[in-house]
């Protein structure tokens, strides 16, 4: 599994930022039912993926933070996952 430049690979995710070993975002929705159905069928993706987020949830708003620990950072994983989650809040 090859690490990338979290830097690199959020130029190309729309709203993403990337850390030393991270890359990041703030999902908002309209309400809670929206922001958690968004969770749920995230869930269901990463786990199909064996490849989980670190998230967390306040009413509408879901901050998402991708990394796969195994590897020490962002890999390809970490890519597929932002874009299921930009698929699934569009």
């Given at each position: 599994m090859t690490v990338m430049n979290p830097k690199d690979v959020a130029k190309d995710l729309?709203?993403?930022t990337g850390g030393?070993?991270?890359i990041t975002?703030?999902?908002k929705f309209d309400?809670?039912?929206e922001?958690?159905?968004f969770m749920t069928h995230i869930a269901i993706i990463a786990?199909?993926?064996d490849h989980?987020?670190?998230?967390?949830n306040v009413y509408n708003r879901v901050d998402v933070t991708l990394t796969t620990h195994d590897a020490g950072g962002v890999t390809e994983k970490d890519v597929a996952l932002a874009k299921a989650m930009e698929k699934a809040a569009s």
């Open positions: 729309d709203g993403w030393d070993d991270f975002k703030v999902f309400d809670f039912v922001a958690f159905s786990e199909k993926m989980h987020p670190e998230w967390f």
